[in-house]
């Protein structure tokens, strides 16, 4: 098979529009750990099941140890949290959250999800991680959106139900 443009291949991707996630886990020692994530998809109803792609890395190892994960919608004020939780830290200490089923949850996130992993397909560079939703809450306030690879505010108006 013949390989596209990597680089082609990424612009590619990036028109695809996404929401913004702070994953959150606890690893091995209990400590809290957070990472920023699009890859997030919900693949099931019945059971209630998403995915995240995680790629190796301190959040990918503590998945892998305590088989849990939370997932926090940012809100569309949530750039900055994006940012720190993607590897460019504003503050020493972790933004505020609160615990829920022992997974913390980014306060001021739109919704949450805590998901308890089922299984771990490994794709590349990148590990899927397969989880049942055993906990969600979800509020009305716009999302960050993400679209080539530039932060935007929420969506605009509906152009059809
Ligand atoms: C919009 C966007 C979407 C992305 N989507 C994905 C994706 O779907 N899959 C993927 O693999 N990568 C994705 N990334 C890249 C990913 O967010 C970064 O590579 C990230 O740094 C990897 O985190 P880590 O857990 O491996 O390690 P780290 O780099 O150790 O953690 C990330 C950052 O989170 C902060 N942090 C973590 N824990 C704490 C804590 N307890 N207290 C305070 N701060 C803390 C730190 O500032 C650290 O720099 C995305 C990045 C962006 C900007």
Redesign the pocket.
Known sequence: MRRVDPVAFRQAASRFVTG?AVLTALDRRG??????????VSISLAPPTVL?????????EAIAATGRYGVSVLPEGGKEL????????AA????ACETVQGLPRLSGCIAFFACELIRTVDVSD?TLFIAEVSNCDYCDNLPLV?FSSRYHLGPGMPVDH
């Open positions: 913004v400590e809290v750990c957070g990472m920023t994530a699009n890859s997030f995240v792609s995680v790629k190796p890395g301190r959040m990918h994006s940012r720190h939780f993607a590897g460019r830290p020493d200490a972790l933004p990148h993400f």
